[in-house]
């Protein structure tokens, strides 16, 4: 696969994870997740989890090997194979695109389902519908404000609690801020919607990790303005350490689809 030497190779923290991070670029760990729960879920991932001994006898099976004949059709295709062998047979499975790429997209029903799997024991289940809702039927707000409204009144469990080049992010968000809504045609706004559905699947689920609940805790020290909203939590902050917050939560367990190109 295109990331075969990152997820299959090497280091024997493939097979046994001690890190968050360690078991997320672990194809051999995953693939144990699978074989035995059938499914795959954030809490998964937590160090407290990393020690099911069931699933990493399963990862000690797995072996994996970069092939050039799909590491080159990278970026393009995230392609790889898969061979499972029993006692008594083979099975081989090509995957050309991975599930959620630009060329095999999730529906909106799969997105939804999601995005309801992934927040599960985070949001309430109509705090769940609520929010798919709330994103479905964007342009029909006054304000996105509507939408962060929603996001900040929410209370999550008591217990949960590079630089980039200046000129291109000034200009793109100056496009944004700019832009009206008729200027896009229906399309462009749905794309929109899955987008940012599925980028608030993976910044609320990756708001209760240890990384950003570090970053809040030391952020709130420095920071009492009170402006922007922080995805998750019931404090607002600076525009730019709002910013910041959002991003190391929706990074923290990149759980939103792939785009590899374009």
């Known amino acids: 696969p295109g990331h075969g030497p990152a997820t ?10 001690l890190t968050t991070v360690d078991a997320q670029f672990s194809i051999p760990y995953c693939l144990g997740l699978v074989a035995k729960y059938k499914e795959v879920t954030p809490k998964m991932f937590e160090v407290s989890a ?28 995230n392609a790889c194979k898969l061979v499972v062998r029993t006692n008594n047979n083979t099975f081989e499975k090509e995957v050309m695109n991975s599930k959620g790429d630009p060329e095999l997209p999730l529906t909106d ?13 985070i949001l309430q289940t109509t705090q769940q519908d609520e929010l798919i809702s709330a994103v479905f039927s964007i342009e029909k707000m006054n304000s996105i404000n509507n939408l962060l409204d929603i996001l900040q009144t929410w209370i999550m469990k008591e217990d949960e609690e590079m630089k980039l080049n200046e000129n291109i992010t000034d200009a793109l968000a100056t496009y944004i801020f700019e832009s009206q809504q008729n200027e896009y045609d229906d399309q462009v706004i749905h794309k929109y919607k899955r987008a940012l559905m599925d980028y608030l699947c993976a910044a609320i689920t990756g708001s209760i990790m240890p990384v950003p609940n570090s970053l809040l805790e030391y952020l709130i020290e420095i920071d009492s303005n009170e402006i922007s909203s922080v995805i998750g939590k019931s404090v607002k902050m600076s525009p730019l350490n709002a910013a910041l917050m959002n991003g190391t939560s929706a990074h923290s367990l990149d759980f939103d689809d792939g785009h590899t190109h374009g």
Do not use: C, H, M
Request: charged fraction near 35%.
């Open 109 to 121: 029903d799969e997105l939804k389902g999601k995005f309801k799997s992934i927040t599960n024991g």
């Open 50 to 77: 990393l020690n099911d001994r069931e699933v990493l006898d399963i990862a000690r099976k797995v072996s994996g090997y970069e092939d050039l004949s799909y590491t080159n059709l990278f970026p393009k295709q």
């Open 8 to 17: 299959t190779i090497g280091a024997e923290r493939k097979y046994n994870p």
